[in-house]
């Protein structure tokens, strides 16, 4: 069973830095592009950053871009948001996603779409307080 488990999450202070993980557990991430997503009370679930499935393509929100840093490494099985200069407003709820169509490796380049990933993890926390 295809299973994604995002870890990482907490709670820092302005301007600090947190890596997220996305694990995957029954499948081989290696064919699979990824998204990271975040949701904040009351908003829209929105894109972060996304990456294809052989990581020659990424793409970041413009309000992360210079600020987060998506990368894989397949050997672990494992997709990280490095998010370092965090604001308040990065405060959220963030999803990992995962789809193995060849369309989402294309679509990953112009848009981080969340009717675009099939597979979802549960979210992890990030809080960004003083």
């Known amino acids: 069973q295809l299973q994604l488990v995002e870890s990482g999450g907490g709670l820092v202070q302005p301007g600090g830095s947190l890596r997220l993980s996305c694990a995957a557990s029954?499948?081989?991430?290696?064919?699979?592009?990824i998204g990271w997503f975040r949701q904040a009370p009351g908003k829209e679930r929105e894109g972060v950053s996304c990456?294809?499935?052989?990581?020659?393509?990424?793409n970041y929100a413009d309000s992360v871009k210079g600020r987060f840093t998506i990368s894989r490494d397949n050997a672990k099985n494992t997709v990280y948001l490095q998010m370092n200069s965090l604001k308040p407003e990065d405060t959220a709820v963030y999803y990992c996603?995962?789809?193995?169509?060849?369309?989402?490796?294309?679509?990953?380049?112009?848009?981080?779409?969340?009717?675009?990933?099939?597979?979802w993890g549960q979210g992890t926390q990030v809080t960004v307080s003083s």
């Open positions: 029954g499948f081989t991430l290696e064919s699979y592009s």
């Open positions: 996603a995962a789809d193995r169509r060849p369309i989402v490796q294309a679509l990953c380049a112009i848009r981080i779409g969340p009717a675009d990933f099939a597979s």
């Open positions: 990456i294809s499935s052989g990581g020659g393509t990424t």
